[in-house]
């Protein structure tokens, strides 16, 4: 087993074969280092588990073997291109979960392919739920694709209000109340059509009503595609902190119709980035450095740049989801930045500010108290200061954040355990991090400090 000055008694340890990297501990603490990013989808992981701690054998999913069944696009300067042949034939990448394994299909045009959602609807009632925003886009398109040649089926659907300060429970009773009406059955197949709020709020609805009925993701924003349909985490805000009321419950299937980025507003899709770029920060800096060469292709909507950058987002979280589905530890790290930025969306009021513009400078934060701590060198702030600039996010949270108010709001944060606030931090180069609440608290006053008037 591998070695380490800070591995406590009962660890988990991750080996991998791939490209001759071995890695690493997953402990209490969780030092996270993975394979190499061009092995996504293909790596060979054994994990062994300390048989002496119980609560890790009844908490951590066993799994010895576990292998992707998609391989990793190469990383090169330039994004792949795109052939026009084919167009509309799905990029598919598996999330493996055993017989709730599904697939995320990305791609051009693929509401345009009747089969892709239709084999995934079992029952004979489907019911949409979109927003306002959404509905007069692609609601029609939705319905078609799951009728067109299947008449059989009766699609409801139900707008709900468009907005993060919408994703309560008045709005989620909306979804319900629809549901009860149109007499749905255990059969049917909720769809969440837009983006992490309604992707959020549709598939708690799923896992709520009846106890559990079918759902499919249709994300519409870049924030949606790269990171919330997938992954099985649903739910909705509390007026005292951001998804504290929740269930994780996994889709049959995400599609990803690429082209509904071409109607997203340009604050929007910048906020999505902030996603994009975590995923290079705590685990892929290969992924990283092609963001690097790539924003300004991301910025002006390239297809195929997108469409690249959207697979290999997937890839990682859905690598992390099948080692780690209930976040007991390693799925965690997906949450970098957003410690600091959900204390930004609570303080200032749901909605101010958009999701990833909060992550963002969330992300700043946690890469300036890394810094503090002596855990990561200072090329790596600026490498970070640097992408999110020119990706047109936010560096720094708004004024009005006070220390009192981030203390506030973190104090309630789900990563709190036993009192303690675990956080997600870099550490050593870049695609390393940490999920732990053993750091010094001093380094954390000081950055609140230096990001706060007060």
């Known amino acids: ?52 701690d119980s609560n890790n054998n009844n908490n951590v999913k066993h799994r010895l073997m576990a292998s992707g069944s998609s391989a990793a696009a190469p990383v090169m300067d330039q994004f792949p291109t795109q052939t026009t042949s084919s167009p509309a034939v799905p990029t598919t990448v598996d999330v493996d979960l055993g017989n709730r394994s599904y697939p995320i299909y990305i791609g051009s045009r693929l509401l345009d392919q009747p089969e892709l959602l239709q084999r995934h609807v079992h029952g004979k009632q489907v019911l949409v739920v979109t927003n306002t925003t959404i509905a007069p886009l692609y609601l029609d398109k939705t319905i078609h694709a799951l009728t067109d040649g299947n008449p059989n089926v009766k699609v409801e659907s139900v707008i709900l209000p468009d907005g993060e300060q919408f994703k309560n429970m008045d709005t989620l009773m909306k979804v319900f109340d629809k549901a009860i009406e149109s007499r749905m059955d255990r059969r049917c197949t909720f769809v969440a059509l837009g983006g992490g709020v309604i992707g959020d709020m549709c598939g708690y609805a799923a896992a709520s009503y009846l106890r559990g009925v079918n759902f499919i993701q249709i994300p519409t924003t870049v924030m949606a595609q790269v990171d919330s349909s997938v992954g099985g985490k649903t739910g909705i805000n509390h007026r ?215």
């Open 240 to 454: 005292l902190g951001k998804n504290l009321i929740g269930a994780f419950y996994q889709p049959q299937c995400v599609l990803i119709d690429t082209d509904t980025l071409n109607t997203l507003p340009d604050r929007e899709l910048a906020s999505g980035l902030a996603e994009v770029i975590k995923y290079g920060l705590i685990r892929d800096a290969e992924f990283f450095e092609w963001q690097e060469k790539n924003m300004e292709a991301l910025l002006a909507r390239d297809p195929s740049a997108f469409t690249y950058a959207i697979k290999r987002s997937c890839e990682n979280k859905a690598e992390v989801v099948s080692l780690d589905e209930k976040e007991s530890g390693l799925r965690a790290t997906l949450n970098l930045g957003h410690t600091f930025g959900h204390a930004i969306e609570t303080g200032v009021g749901y909605g101010q500010w958009f999701h990833g513009e909060a992550v963002a400078a969330g992300t700043v934060m946690a890469v300036d108290m890394s810094y503090r701590l002596g855990w990561i060198d200072d090329s790596i702030v600026k490498r970070v200061h640097k992408i999110l600039v020119k990706a047109k996010l936010p560096t720094a949270p708004p004024e009005t954040m006070t220390v009192d108010v981030f203390k506030s709001v973190m104090a309630v944060d789900k990563k709190v355990a036993d009192g303690l606030l675990r956080l997600i931090l870099l550490k050593g180069p870049l695609g390393n991090c940490v999920f732990t609440s053993d750091y010094d608290k001093k380094a954390l006053d000081d950055t609140l400090h230096a990001f706060c008037k007060s």
């Open 1 to 52: 087993m591998a070695s380490s000055s800070f591995c406590p008694k009962h660890a988990l340890t991750l080996f991998t074969s791939t490209n001759n990297r071995r890695n690493r501990v997953i402990s209490p603490e969780f030092f996270v280092r993975f394979p190499a990013s061009g092995s996504l989808g293909s790596s060979r992981c054994v994990v062994s588990i300390d048989s002496s």
